[in-house]
């Protein structure tokens, strides 16, 4: 199994930026993908950006895309999310995502992954 940690999560005003961490543990040599993905109270949880590793292959949710960066270090099994011209819209739980097993390209979905951490708030206020 594998382990994360998230952090980074915080209050900031709109238009700010954050940086969230994850850090894995455990059986990461068997991390073909991970994701960030968010959710906010009684929604679902959607896929902000993900990331296929052996190609560094990634996917944005169109929310996403232009703001928000998907990064990894592999020599510290750290998952990075770096998020720019934040939205009141986006403050939500921010939790990162691993699937053990196979996968070959980025994933969309949250039920493909079946690790989570504990997640980090994320508060954008107007």
């Known amino acids: 199994q594998v382990q994360l940690v998230e952090s980074g999560g915080g209050s900031v005003q709109a238009g700010g930026s954050l940086r969230l961490s994850c850090a894995a543990s455990?059986?990461?040599?068997?991390?073909?993908?991970m994701a960030w993905v968010r959710q906010v109270r009684g929604k679902e949880r959607e896929v902000v950006a993900s990331?296929?590793?052996?190609?560094?292959?990634?996917y944005y949710a169109d929310f996403a895309k232009g703001r928000f960066t998907i990064s990894q270090d592999l020599r510290n099994n750290t998952l990075y999310l770096q998020m720019t011209g934040l939205k009141s819209e986006d403050s939500a739980t921010y939790y990162c995502?691993?699937?053990?097993?196979?996968?070959?390209?980025?994933?969309?979905?949250?039920?493909?992954?079946?690790?989570w951490g504990q997640g980090t708030q994320v508060t954008v206020s107007s």
């Open positions: 995502a691993a699937r053990d097993g196979y996968c070959s390209v980025p994933l969309k979905t949250s039920r493909d992954f079946p690790s």
């Open positions: 990331m296929y590793r052996a190609a560094q292959s990634t």
């Open positions: 455990g059986f990461t040599y068997s991390v073909n993908c």
